[in-house]
């Protein structure tokens, strides 16, 4: 590979030969000043002016190469969550809701105003799928990583849209020289001795089949990753030709294989004990009547085989836990190369060419009936189906006044599909990536420039297998015997061909086991596929302007600037097939709607840093940072982003920096075009153990409060609450979106006292506030308006459906379409401490000591959902509308011990606050404790080139607090195993072999 890129590059391959090839002379002095040397200037994160220096106004947090290998990192975004500016985003431990993808969330809002670089260049959408339009770490490759700057807050006016909560910029080796090979292999071990064990054997005695304990010491996970990198120099030192390649493979983690987690865990007691809980649909078939007639057992029953019975809400529920995964399987292939060749001072060829391919399976719990019938989601079962038994039909029908081809109107079956396997969404995110430019001496201007052309080409495909279709459910549960007496769907019961349904057959789950055939004929694979595209052409210039006598007379450093315009195009596709669209998958939550659109923008932008005073009294230096960007984007909306920042070193140990900025986030494709369609949304339990305030027979809710959402008194008392907390919402896209807006200050110290050399500390104070947020009223924040004020601007969203319910069928559901409503905003302190020093009168000679502390105090996170709306702050709280856990202080402490005996052994904690449950209450879960990590690693230089590591992260096997109130996504197996270390501990091996 790297042959042939140098030989198209018009370099020479390198060569081995039996006798010593003659060293190649040394360039000329003329030959020399050619050759650019960039090894004292640098490029900080933030700005594009090249500086000899690293310093920003804009407060930047590192993570080099080294800490990657230390902590056997084989994601990269579980290297960026130890940071405390990084909040859950998607990753490797989300199954129900996975888009295949690895994102960052800086600062907590959202990954989608988070913007990722590499080598100072942006990386496309990871996925055309709704939430899915951040960057995917995925397409970064870890074994190149040189560092990984992260920029506090926004940098719009440098980097375009996006940059609302920060910038985080994979800075890469692109001129490594050699071959280096690397092999790495994982896995996790658990000791299980957890409390929660004697409420799962409590369950396990009444029902054994769906209540298990795990073995008490468990090794899964598995990883092996292997990686090559090959580097060559031009002998004439001009150029450098540098290809990798990895694969990856990484096996599954089962929620099973925990004790903490072998459950799905709902409260009991008024929410002081956990109980052992799960979902309604379960293997035994439930039924939920909501029709115009009832038995006189009440709402819920079910079936035993012969019989309907009393529903008993303690054992007649799923356990689902068990299939999920904690940890999803994946196997990825990445390539790429890094090249460049200096023809001359003005003529700098580079180009960065990269492949990804990753596919992982996101499974969870078997599909089912979730509420369907013989006229699909609105229930209903006809008397006359010959798979009832006497006493059922006499049950359901005789006793309601109903007979023979009489429906039974509105009673919902929920029936779990354990027969035909876990759902598994089989993802594929391919990507293409290609960047070709040129740099050099801008004429003989004194400036520089920077011109290239970038194209990425994101690839999606996803196989959705061991769905359940409602279309077809419906025909398979409403059996009838023909006219020879078999018994068959009833739409194929009658003489006329015409109206038959090929192929199908009846599904008896009231009296027997249903057949392997009816159960082939319901289930119905989905299937979607979808792109994005990004295409860049940028060019810049920067330098100084010494050579026009531009600069302070109270300075030594001339003024800096940079001048640019760049155009981008961002383009999406998703198209799901036509089951997807219609819905047609009883696991789905309603439609998936196709999506198509782009969109493109033109920018101008500048840069200027000017020095103001240098090297006097009080003042070793005072500079100004300005910047600003306009922005024309083809929805017709203009843009202006700006920022001011001012630094100042009153001594060579302090220095003291400020900055104000105004960042913007467009709109992507998705939010402005995506058709409307029903969705999920989670509630939290109330006092009651129930979700929805209006459910159950002594509601949370008055009789008033419920009648402002459309509950009738009829309904009042009878409504049916979802077990697993999951209800219905319409959401959707708005073409007519505008640009989202955000002010940043940042004012901080950074101190490096001469009396301690080594020693660095630096103390930043954020604060963000997003205006104009691109957001939905907050489904349940609407349902609590409407219930508390009768308001109309929430009450219109509220659509009581069918019995009363917001989720038994597609008629209930909370409307919460995209607007510019929002507004959020935080604020803290970031802490960044170092101090490396020498160890003397070590037996062996002398040794050093580095130790490195980031932390993060974070005082405000707060929403303001709409107009008008009270504010939330979600510091120290979780679950509802604030998500994941938000502590008020997180920090990662690490120390590195280098030893005389090459090795270097590396300890860390990593701390995460306490905090508890929003709108608070008496449950057994209103605090997640806080929690101490402890890592430990060490790396040994056996010879030159050869470098072995070992390293166990979370080396006390500490457990992840526990909840009942977790919801989908980022919550998963009774906790939030994207925040915390929820597999137990981490252990890896690898080596590097050099050439």
């Not at 809400?313 to 836990?321: A, V």
């Not at 119905?524 to 100084?544: A, K, M, R």
């Not at 009153?650 to 709109?667: G, I, M, N, W």
């Not at 002398?846 to 702050?873: H, K, R």
Request: glycine share 10%; with cysteine; hydrophobic share 35%.
């Amino acid at each position: 590979m790297a042959s042939t890129l140098l030989t198209g590059l018009g370099l020479s391959a390198p060569a081995w030969a039996q006798e010593p090839l003659e060293e190649p002379a040394a360039p000329t002095r003329d030959e020399a000043s050619d050759i650019r040397d960039q090894e004292d200037v640098v490029v900080v994160t933030g700005t594009r002016i090249r500086s000899a220096n690293l310093v920003a106004v804009s407060p930047v947090t590192q993570i080099d190469a080294q800490e990657i290998a230390d902590r056997g990192i084989l994601r990269v975004e579980d290297m960026i969550n130890t940071l405390p500016q990084a909040f859950a985003a998607q990753g490797s431990n989300i199954s129900n809701g996975a888009s295949g993808t690895a994102t960052v969330n800086l600062r907590g809002l959202g990954s989608v105003r988070t913007l990722v670089l590499q080598n100072g260049r942006r990386l496309p959408f990871g996925s055309p799928i709704a939430g899915a339009q951040a960057a995917d770490l995925n397409q970064v490759p870890a074994q190149l990583i040189e560092r990984v700057e992260v920029l506090t807050g926004g940098a719009s006016a440098v980097y375009g849209s996006d940059a609302i909560s920060g910038v985080v910029n994979f800075i890469m080796v692109d001129d490594f020289e050699g071959l280096e090979l690397d092999a790495q292999y994982s896995f996790y071990q658990h000791h299980n001795d957890h409390s929660i064990q004697s409420l799962i054997e409590e369950f396990n005695a009444a029902n054994p089949d769906q209540f298990k304990l795990p073995d008490e010491n468990v090794v899964d996970g598995e990883a092996t990753q292997l990686s090559a990198i090959l580097g060559v120099n031009t002998p004439d030192g001009r150029g450098n030709a540098t290809a990798y390649v990895t694969y990856r493979e990484v096996n599954p983690v089962y929620q099973a294989n925990r004790d903490y987690s072998a459950c799905a865990l709902g409260t009991r007691n008024s929410g002081t004990e956990f109980t052992c809980s799960g979902s309604s649909t379960n293997a035994v078939a439930n039924f939920l009547n909501l029709g115009p007639t009832r038995p006189g057992t009440g709402l819920w029953f079910r079936t035993n085989g012969s019989e309907f019975i009393p529903r008993n809400f303690t054992t007649d529920t799923f356990n689902f836990n068990p299939f999920n995964f904690y940890q999803r399987p994946d196997e990825r292939y990445t390539f790429g190369t890094f090249a460049h060749y200096e023809f001359n001072r003005h003529f700098d060829v580079y180009t960065e060419l990269g492949f990804t391919d990753t596919v992982t399976n996101a499974q969870i719990a078997p599909s089912g009936i979730f509420g369907g019938g013989v006229a699909g989601q609105s229930g209903g079962i006809r008397c006359s189906n010959p798979f009832l038994t006497a006493q059922q039909v006499d049950f359901l029908c005789t006793q309601n006044g109903l007979s023979g081809d009489d429906v039974a109107e509105g009673v919902l079956i929920l029936r779990r599909n354990v027969e035909g396997g876990p759902r598994q969404s089989h993802i594929q995110n391919t990507t293409y990536r290609g960047v070709v430019g040129t740099r050099g001496a801008f004429f003989d201007t004194g400036f520089d420039y920077d011109v290239f052309g970038s194209y990425a080409k994101v690839t999606y495909a996803n196989e959705y297998e061991n769905e359940l279709s409602i279309r077809k459910s419906s025909l398979a549960l409403d059996a009838a015997r023909d006219v020879n007496g078999n018994i068959v769907c009833r739409v194929n019961a009658d003489a006329d061909p015409a109206n038959d349904a090929p192929g199908c057959v009846p599904y008896n789950i009231f009296s027997g086991t249903p057949s392997a055939a009816a159960l082939n004929y319901i289930t119905s694979p989905l299937q979607e596929q979808g792109t994005t595209t990004q295409q860049v052409i940028s060019g810049s210039i920067f330098g100084d302007l010494a050579r026009y006598g531009i600069q302070s007379p109270a300075a030594d450093t001339p003024v800096g600037i940079a001048l640019g315009a760049e155009y981008r195009r961002d383009t999406l596709d998703r198209n799901p097939d036509e089951a997807y669209q219609s819905g047609d998958g009883f696991g789905q939550g309603g439609p998936t709607n196709p999506v198509s659109g782009s969109t493109d923008v033109w920018e101008l932008f500048g840069e200027v840093q000017v020095p103001l005073v240098e090297n006097r009294p009080g003042i070793e230096f005072l500079n100004f940072e300005g910047a600003y960007r306009f922005s024309e984007y083809s929805t017709g909306v203009s843009t202006d982003t700006y920022k001011a920042g001012l630094e100042w070193g009153p001594t060579a140990d302090l220095r003291v920096r400020a900055s104000y900025q105004r960042a913007v986030r467009a709109p992507n494709v998705v939010e402005l075009f995506s058709p409307t369609g029903i969705g999920l949304f989670d509630l939290s339990q109330n006092a009651n153990g129930l979700y929805d305030p209006c459910a159950g027979t002594t509601p949370a809710a008055s009789q008033a409060a419920c009648a402002n959402t459309g509950v009738t008194p009829a309904l009042y008392g009878n409504i049916a609450d979802n077990p697993a907390g999951q209800f219905n919402a319409l959401f959707g896209g708005n073409p007519d979106l505008g640009p989202e807006t955000s002010d940043t200050i940042t004012f901080g110290a950074v101190f490096t006292p001469s009396a301690l050399p080594g020693f660095t500390l630096s103390i930043d104070y954020f604060d963000i506030v997003v205006e104009d947020a691109i957001s939905t009223v907050p489904p349940s924040q609407a349902l609590a308006q409407c219930l508390a004020t009768g308001a109309a601007e929430f009450c219109s969203l509220i659509n009581r459906g069918n019995g009363g319910t917001l989720w038994a069928n597609p008629t209930g559901f909370v409307v919460a379409t995209n607007q510019n409503i929002g507004e959020l905003s935080t604020r803290g302190v970031d802490v960044v401490a170092s101090y490396t020093f020498d160890l003397d009168n070590m037996a062996a000679g002398t040794g050093e000591l580095n130790v490195e502390l980031v932390g993060t105090y974070l005082d405000q996170l707060e929403t303001v959902s709409f107009p008008g709306a009270t504010p939330f702050d979600c510091v120290g709280f979780y679950g509802s509308q604030c998500g994941t856990p938000n502590p008020e202080w997180r920090h990662k402490l690490r120390t590195t011990w280098v030893t005389p005996w090459d090795v270097d052994v590396t300890g860390t904690w990593r701390y995460f606050g306490e905090v508890d449950i929003f709108g608070g209450g008496a449950a057994v879960h209103e605090t997640l404790d806080s929690q101490n990590w402890f890592d430990i690693s060490a790396n040994w230089h056996a010879r030159e080139g050869t470098s072995v590591r070992f390293g166990v992260n979370n080396v006390l096997d500490e457990a992840p607090p526990l909840s009942a109130s977790v919801g989908a996504g980022f919550g998963n197996g009774n906790t939030y195993p994207q925040v915390y270390d929820a597999l137990g501990r981490y252990v890896f091996f690898g080596i590097t072999q050099g050439f």
